[in-house]
């Protein structure tokens, strides 16, 4: 190759160098661009909302609720998907696996974006990763009832009696998995007591059969007891919640009945896809809070059995990373394994 061509081959070489560098930096510099650009005109389509639940329950009931307001703050339609399974992973799969872009988000619970990464020996997606935080919706407080035939009416005697005979006495909850099994797993472990928890299909059945004394004791939600409770024919001995509860205001939590630091509340917030624009999130996140804010929406929600929880991105996803380190301690200690 003589000089002169060889020259011609290094300039080449070295504009060919410089053009793609220059591509390069402004495809990031577009990206940066993107991602702390303003909302601006989002949505211009509308959203689809994959709510990790049945139709007809609490979490169904508020986000249907909510889109009303949704709809006319945001100028679009927000179309509820119902996506039930896998204790919220089959939904939450969907979401985690959409383009980042807004138009589609997830309404998940407990289980699938904090205590389904101990549960589960493979998840579909990781939940701190693949996702990101929108804003809570709603906390779910539970509550430990028992048959009025039981031999204890407050938490220390039902502790005292469950210590004095071990593994004597059962606890129906909701599910193998569910908040309201881990609540009582947490019972035990706090307690040092050995109630023998037992799965149901859901907190009515439990309830149901606490009721009828197939079984002494239940965690079970508002909804399924709070009328047999206020009838008497269920004894209520304490709210999992930290704060006691307007509906039961004579009812004491957990922790105040004898077993300090004692927190398990049920919840679920919505989430979008992990690239979903800063600005996006945010708008999001305020109109949320906004419809949560109404003072009809409010009325219904605790109608339901939950209590309204708006909040900031940052603080629901702090509450998030909590959460799963806490579920994870007690999935741990108490060897809890899915069917």
């Known amino acids: 190759m003589t000089a002169p061509i060889a020259r011609g081959m290094r300039a080449f070489r070295e504009r060919r160098r410089r053009l793609l560098w220059a591509a390069a930096a402004g495809a990031l510099l577009a990206g940066s661009a993107l991602a702390q650009a303003p909302a601006g005109d989002f949505p211009t389509k509308p959203i689809r909302m994959v709510v990790t639940f049945p139709p007809g329950g609490s979490a169904d009931g508020v986000v249907r609720m909510l889109v009303p307001r949704l709809n006319e703050k945001l100028g679009q339609q ?13 939904g939450l799969t969907l979401v985690a696996k959409a383009p980042g872009d ?5 309404v998940g619970a407990a289980g699938a974006l904090a205590a389904n990464v101990s549960l589960y020996p493979q998840m579909p997606f990781d939940p701190q990763k693949d996702l990101k935080p929108v804003g809570m919706l709603a906390a779910i407080p539970f509550v430990l009832v028992g048959h009025p035939s039981v031999a204890a009416k407050t938490q220390r005697e039902l502790i005292a009696l469950a210590k004095a005979k071990p593994a004597s006495l059962s606890i129906g909850h909701g599910g193998n998995g ?3 099994h881990l609540s009582a ?3 035990n472990q706090m307690a040092g007591t050995r109630l023998v928890e037992v799965p149901y299909r859901g907190s009515g059945p439990a309830a149901l059969d606490v009721l009828g004394g197939q079984i002494p004791l239940a965690v079970v939600d508002l909804p399924s007891s709070l009328q047999q409770i206020r009838a008497g024919k269920l004894v209520a001995f304490a709210v999992t919640s930290p704060q006691r509860l307007p509906m039961l205001p004579e009812v004491p939590t957990v922790a105040e009945a004898g077993l300090p630091g004692y927190d398990s509340t049920g919840w679920f917030g919505v989430v979008a896809p992990a690239g979903t624009p800063a600005p996006v999130v945010a708008r999001l996140n305020a109109e949320i809070n906004a419809a949560l804010a109404d003072e009809q929406v409010k009325t219904a929600m605790r109608a339901l059995g939950v209590e309204p929880a708006p909040g900031s991105v940052e603080s629901f996803d702090s509450y998030i990373r909590a959460e799963t380190k806490k579920w994870a301690q007690v999935i741990q200690d108490a060897h809890i394994k899915l069917d």
């Open 78 to 90: 927000v179309v509820v998907d119902n996506r039930p399974g896998a204790g919220g992973n089959v």
């Open 102 to 106: 807004g138009y589609t988000l997830g």
């Open 185 to 187: 797993a947490l019972f």
């Open 178 to 180: 569910t908040a309201m």
